[in-house]
């Protein structure tokens, strides 16, 4: 079944006079429960590609549907909406709240969900258990190391329980020993049922996926299929 | 997102960086202290003014001889000799039911010795009415009698700080001292009145008004008529009765021609008020200063605040939260900030009045006008300066808040 088909997306970034093509008519699909890495040299768009498979920003033209819904036609609360509870997100730069303990950091997606206090704290206490922070629930981002706070994130990613994992680069501030075990957490969430989608220009990184989008100068060069998983 | 959640997440967002609060709520309780102790000093100096006005005397109206207009000449002030003791006689024998008490006076300074002291003070030549009209009481002895100044006698009566000037303290009724060279009896000392007010009124010689005119001043006029109003309420039929009277004594019929003022005790109090209020409103240009310079300190720091935030506004939008959660969010942060600021400051500046008041010697008085004025000032700034950045990042697509440094 297909849970993302984009087709003939463009977008066009405006720098005054100054026209960008970041992607350029590009249409691929993506099952649901697959694994997918989106690969590319800096400036080939993949970022751009992550923002909008995330909704966190619409095609200039063409079409993203997700679970059969036309994201590039939603409105600013609908996108907030598509955010917190299909896409769960693990971003570089872990992006926890300074200063604040794990379960609050896990807990936060669930605010804007209306989900209560209580149910929030469980759940973010079982998320964090679940990928092996169950001894540091207490310790604020600034106590944690980069893997840990990637976990933390992976946990806060998974607590509305989406559909699709979209990780940005998520091995790319921590540890080669740390990255193999996000990546094996990843890997675990694919066989939960999650479809996984990671952005990364580790070559390493991206045979954890069962497929390879190869992004260059906007445009899709190529797609691999990965035999080892 | 219900209120409740709304207000717990602000409040840890407040607790989660204690000092960049703290400086917040300073600016805050800063102006509005400021603003509450200024106005509210300038309030009890105003209130201390008309205190001591009224302390001159009651419904006071004071008749002075006026310059008169001799063509294009003017004579200074006072220094006309147009009130004589007959025009005060006439008053009192014309018995208007506005006037109580009639009391001319005469007034020098000069020097007063006892034996070897001596001393430089006022001499006032008065009759029986003055204590009734200026409010003067008696510590020792009598006041200057009718038949004191019928009989042009040489008797005294002095005050408080004469009695120490030339005695050294102690009770001199019955003494002699010399106005002069002139000997005069002492029979009575004034209580002390305190020497606050314009001049020391402890510092002071009654004689009677007709000794004064003929041996020691050798003059025939007198320097003003005191006249007490029978109440507040006819001071100004009292000022009508003996405008018309002396008018007419004095042969002018353009009472623009006057040569003579008339001068009430509310007069004195409208001119305090108009001096004081000069200084209030000076009070009020600072604290207005220290207002505004509070509120752009609150602005500093409420724009810093958000800005450093716009990340973390990225990210909470990319998790999901709404443009309006997160403004309103930032909005409840601001309000919590100014109560929390604006109370603080408010009970700061009713202390720091209270204390200056008792410093000063000055009644305590706290000005309502100047707290809603101070809270509803840095208040809207807080707000405003809270909710306009905040607005403004949320405005901002996920990505860039994100990527914002």
């Not at chain 2, 430089?120 to 029986?128: D, Y």
Request: aromatic letters at 6%; proline letters at 3%.
């Amino acid at each position: 079944m297909e849970q993302i088909c984009v087709s003939h997306v463009k977008k066009i970034y405006y720098t005054g006079d100054i026209e960008t093509v970041a992607l350029d008519d590009i249409s691929f699909s993506i099952k649901k429960g697959e694994f997918v890495a989106i690969v590319g040299p800096s400036g080939s768009g993949k970022s751009t590609l992550m923002h909008i498979l995330g909704a966190l920003d619409t095609p200039t033209s063409g079409n993203y549907i997700l679970d059969g819904q036309d994201v590039s036609k939603l409105s600013k609360d609908q996108l907030a909406d598509i955010r917190n509870k299909k896409i769960g997100f693990v971003f570089q730069a872990f992006n926890l709240l300074p200063r604040t303990t794990a379960v609050k950091n896990v807990a936060l997606p669930m605010i804007y969900a209306g989900i209560s206090k209580d149910e929030r704290i469980k759940k973010a206490e079982q998320l964090l258990k679940d990928v092996g922070l169950g001894d540091r629930m207490n310790h604020t981002s600034n106590q944690l190391s980069g893997g840990q706070m990637q976990r933390v994130a992976i946990a806060r990613a998974l607590s509305m329980n989406p559909a699709i994992i979209l990780a940005d680069e998520p091995t790319g501030n921590i540890s080669t020993v740390q990255a193999e075990e996000i990546m094996r957490i990843l890997q675990s969430l694919q066989k939960q049922g999650h479809t996984i989608i990671i952005i990364t220009h580790e070559p390493s990184i991206a045979v954890f996926a069962q497929r390879t989008i190869h992004l260059k100068d906007g445009k899709i060069e190529k797609e691999v299929k990965n035999g080892k998983v | 997102m219900d209120f409740f959640e709304l207000l717990s997440s602000a409040y840890e967002a407040l607790a989660l960086n204690k000092v960049r609060t703290a400086l917040a709520g300073l600016g805050i309780v800063i102006g509005i202290g400021a603003v509450i102790a200024l106005v509210s000093l300038g309030q009890a100096t105003q209130q201390s003014v008309q205190n001591s006005i009224q302390g001159l005397g009651a419904n006071l109206l004071t008749i002075s001889p006026g310059s008169q207009r001799t063509g294009a000449v003017e004579g200074g002030f006072g220094s006309s000799q147009t009130l004589t003791l007959d025009d005060a006689n006439a008053i009192t024998a014309a018995n208007f039911s506005s006037i109580s008490k009639v009391s001319p006076e005469v007034s020098r300074r000069g020097q007063v010795t006892a034996g070897r002291n001596n001393t430089n003070t006022s001499i006032i030549g008065a009759t029986a009415n003055y204590p009734g009209v200026h409010n003067v009481t008696m510590s020792s002895g009598t006041f200057i009698a009718d038949q004191d100044v019928a009989g042009t006698r040489n008797v005294a009566v002095i005050g408080p700080q004469v009695v120490s000037d030339l005695f050294g303290g102690g009770d001199p009724t019955g003494q002699t001292i010399r106005i002069n060279k002139i000997p005069f009896t002492i029979i009575g000392i004034t209580v002390s009145k305190g020497g606050t007010g314009f001049a020391n009124q402890d510092d002071i010689v009654f004689i009677p008004i007709t000794t004064a005119q003929k041996t020691v001043f050798g003059i025939d006029y007198v320097n003003d008529i005191s006249l007490s109003a029978a109440s507040a309420d006819s001071i100004t039929q009292a000022e009508n009765d003996t405008g018309y009277l002396l008018l007419q004594r004095h042969k002018i019929n353009d009472p623009a021609q006057a040569d003579f003022s008339m001068f009430s005790q509310s007069d004195i109090l409208s001119a305090a008020s108009s001096v004081t209020g000069t200084f209030t409103a000076l009070l009020a240009g600072i604290a207005a200063i220290s207002l505004l310079v509070g509120g752009i300190g609150i602005m500093n720091i409420m724009l810093v605040t958000v800005i450093e935030r716009t990340r973390e506004i990225g990210l909470r939008k990319a998790l999901g939260a709404k443009d309006r959660t997160v403004v309103t969010q930032f909005l409840i942060e601001s309000i919590i900030l100014t109560i929390g600021g604006g109370l603080t400051g408010m009970v700061l500046g009713i202390l720091l009045s209270y204390v200056i008041s008792v410093v000063i010697g000055l009644p305590f008085t706290i000005s309502i006008f100047a707290i809603f004025l101070a809270i509803g000032v840095s208040g809207g700034i807080g707000i405003l300066f809270g909710w306009y950045p905040a607005k403004k990042a949320a405005d901002l697509s996920p990505i860039e808040a994100l990527r914002y440094e």
